[in-house]
Nanobody, 114 residues
Framework: QVRLVESGGGLVQPGGSLRLSCAASGSIFRLYAMAWYRQAPGKQREWVAT???????SSADSVKGRFTISRDNAKSTVYLQMNSLKPEDTAVYYC????????WGQGTQVTVSS
């Protein structure tokens, strides 16, 4: 079973930036497309961005042009660079393989507020 550990969240002002990290245990990380998801208070978890095994990326319209997903297979880690943050980006952010079939980690809280 793969264990996922997200980190890098925090409180940031609108327009600010954060870089999230998600480290996966085991050696199978490199074989899977990875994704970031988020869940705002009172809302369902939603997809944010995906990166394929080969590095092709896609993202939700709400974050396109502001968020960038990347991966480091040597470190079994996926990243989410978040720029131009907005209050509506406030949520707990999670990573998972692109089909969301692994157990969820604890997530990392991102709060965008002045």
């Amino acid at each position: 079973q793969v264990r996922l550990v997200e980190s890098g969240g925090g409180l940031v002002q609108p327009g600010g930036s954060l870089r999230l990290s998600c480290a996966a245990s085991g050696s199978i990380f490199r074989l899977y497309a990875m994704a970031w998801y988020r869940q705002a208070p009172g809302k369902q978890r939603e997809w944010v961005a995906t990166i394929s095994v080969g590095g092709t990326t896609s993202s939700a319209d709400s974050v396109k042009g502001r968020f960038t997903i990347s991966r480091d297979n040597a470190k079994s880690t996926v990243y989410l660079q978040m720029n131009s943050l907005k209050p509506e980006d406030t949520a707990v952010y999670y990573c998972n393989e692109a089909g969301a079939r692994w157990s969820w980690g604890q997530g990392t809280q991102v709060t965008v507020s002045s």
